[in-house]
């Protein structure tokens, strides 16, 4: 049974969608993905039996570790090796890119109060935020043009999806996450070495560039 706390958390959740919509400052992006994996800790464990010590240790160390400290401390110090602070010349502006982001939260917890209305069974505020961040995260997709936004994007969604299983099934299957956070791991990896090619061979580092290497 989730308390009134813990639903204020999962909304802090979905809010932290909005502030990496009105920011152009990729440290922030980082930063954000930090405390969405503490938020993810807190409500994962309030959902998961204390005798399933096993989940809970994997939990604690995907989302509490790896998505709460080591990943966002690796991107941040790959964007300040790189000197690539702030996501410059984004498709929409920031406050254009705010008023959307608040759209689509509106449009996940509306949905959410539908499927529960119509007595499907999952919980309202743990799938609204869920859906809200994931409809979020692909608006940062399509609307920022570095590469290294385009990764931080990726890792949000998996949030998203993380806290939609949680809201419909209660628990997500332990070989679906491992893989999950397996491939995380390696974009996060492979990020650091990518950005670093590419900054000698593309200014800015826009993926609107890669068009012109089409054939």
Request: charged share 15%.
């Amino acid at each position: 049974m989730i308390t009134g706390s813990e639903n204020l958390l999962i909304i802090l959740f979905a809010v932290t969608m909005l502030w990496v919509a009105a920011s152009s400052r990729l440290e922030l992006y980082a930063r954000m993905l930090g405390f969405q994996g503490v938020l993810l800790f807190i409500v994962a464990i309030a959902n998961i039996s204390w005798d399933e010590k096993f989940t809970l240790v994997f939990i604690a160390v995907e989302t509490l570790i790896l998505k709460g400290t080591v990943i966002p401390i690796y991107l941040i110090k790959v964007i300040r090796d790189n000197e690539i602070r702030r996501e410059t010349e984004p498709y929409l502006p920031n406050l254009f890119s705010l008023v959307a982001a608040v759209g689509l939260t509106v449009v996940g917890f509306v949905l959410a109060f539908v499927s529960q209305a119509r007595n499907h069974p999952v919980h309202p505020c743990l799938f609204g935020a869920a859906v809200s961040v994931i409809l979020n995260a692909l608006f940062i997709l399509l609307t920022r043009k570095k590469f290294i936004t385009h990764i931080i994007a990726f890792i949000f969604l998996e949030n998203g999806i993380f806290l939609l299983s949680l809201a419909v099934a209660g628990e997500m299957p332990f070989i679906v996450n491992l893989g999950v956070v397996l491939d995380i791991f390696m974009w996060v990896l492979l990020t650091g070495v990518f950005v670093r090619t590419m900054k000698k061979a593309i200014p800015g580092q826009h993926v609107d560039k890669l068009r012109g290497l089409r054939g």
